[in-house]
């Protein structure tokens, strides 16, 4: 169970979250085991079905954070007060959610809470990876120098992301045109030259049987197909949602033939640009680690991540647990991983791998753009001409037969 608390450090420190136990009991004494004066603990409230789906809508997007970072790292570099800096954005923040979130941040902030603890209380807006980053930065005092790399991080990531997806926007445009086309041709034209070629006992090909049946099935039942889709979309999208959903789709998306490797590519760059971010802002390497095992966006990989930092903390290096996992991590990055360990300059070539497979993930995109539309058109091209086959064959039958 999760639960709820507020509790004070031995320095008087409030502090707000969340801690997981069997019963209230056990929640209190975790917290107390910690050195922490436990002012209330609350059971956390169990999120409803559809919370999935207002929290969709409640999201910040990466643009806004983006902005707000490099706006907030400009104030204070200016060497405006945090808490006007915060009431400032907000009053120029036009995304309702951050703005109402900047403005319980400036609360917050207000009554006591660190800036992290205030942030760590909005992950639909702060990440664990942001809130790590602000956290170490208050300790060096450098939280305009890590705002600055956060926005510069989740610009690259944005861009590296929407090229990924942009790529795939016109295969499924094409597909979905073409099932519109299939559906009206099977609905609407097929159920009504169907009865002329059964009155003049014309030879119906195979497909066209099926295409008129199909026809007839949906324009008497479609309100239940809809009703069967709909349902089973829900199921399929509410267990993706799921950890053991997420674990599915990640191995099959990289077990996928054509995407293994783009994707493989797309999660190595996320994965060195977020830890040479990390290791700048002087988070302990196993730290780093964890925090972008827990950021990467892949089950797989973060799996592989939060071993790596196991093996960190008990003195191995991140090179050689790296290099365990080849299938994941290219034995270019574990040699230069190996290389910044012996110079002491590992966030300096963890942004160079990050850059490099970037580049290349960006070439993947291009030319699989390029290959992807030629073979798209093909396909379609078959599929329709052998729908509209199925039209006219038994029409040129039914012409033949006078």
Request: avoid cysteine; glycine fraction near 10%; charge should be negative.
């Amino acid at each position: 169970m999760k639960f709820k608390y507020k509790a004070r450090t031995k320095t008087g420190e409030l502090q707000v979250g969340f801690v997981d136990g069997g019963n209230r009991n056990i929640a209190t004494g975790t917290l107390q085991s910690h050195g922490l004066f436990v002012l209330s603990v609350e059971e956390a409230e169990g999120k409803k079905w559809y919370d999935r789906f207002v929290g969709y809508f409640e999201q910040v997007k990466p643009k806004d954070m983006m902005i707000f970072s490099r706006q907030f790292a400009t104030m204070l570099g200016a060497k405006v007060p945090l808490n006007d800096s915060l009431k400032t954005i907000q009053a120029q923040t036009s995304n309702p959610t951050l703005r109402e979130v900047v403005g319980e941040v400036s609360r917050d902030v207000d009554g006591g809470l660190a800036l992290s603890q205030a942030m760590e209380r909005h992950p639909q807006a702060f990440s664990g990876f942001y809130v790590n980053m602000i956290r170490s930065a208050e300790v060096t005092g450098r939280v305009e120098e890590a705002t600055g790399y956060l926005a510069d991080h989740i610009e690259r990531q944005t861009v590296l992301i929407s090229k990924v997806k942009g790529a795939l926007i016109y295969p499924v445009v094409m597909v979905v045109l073409f099932l519109i086309v299939g559906g009206i041709i099977a609905t609407v034209v097929l159920p009504q030259i169907g009865p002329i070629f059964e009155e003049a006992d014309v030879d119906v090909p195979f497909f066209t049987k099926i295409l008129i049946q199909g026809g007839e099935f949906l324009s008497s039942w479609w309100w239940m197909v809809l009703l069967g889709v709909a349902f089973v979309a829900f199921v399929v999208y509410d267990y993706f949602k799921t950890d053991e959903g997420r674990v599915v789709v990640d191995e099959l998306v990289l077990r996928t033939p054509g995407f293994s490797k783009l994707l493989k590519q797309l999660h190595v760059a996320r994965f060195a640009e977020s830890l040479s971010v990390l290791l700048r802002g002087a988070i302990p390497i196993a730290q780093a680690v964890e925090i972008t095992g827990q950021t990467i966006g892949s089950p797989a990989y973060g799996d592989i991540l939060n071993t790596a930092a196991d093996d960190i903390r008990k003195g191995e290096l991140l090179s050689q647990s790296l290099a365990k996992h080849q299938e994941f991590f290219p034995p270019f990055v574990s040699q230069m991983a190996a290389i910044g360990e012996k110079t002491g300059r590992l966030e300096e070539l963890m942004g160079r791998v990050g850059d490099f497979y970037t580049r290349e993930v960006d070439t993947m995109v291009g030319n699989l753009v390029e290959l992807v539309q030629p073979v798209l058109m093909v396909v379609i091209g078959v599929l329709v001409g052998g729908l509209f086959a199925s039209i006219l064959v038994p029409i040129y039958n039914l012409v033949q037969s006078f």
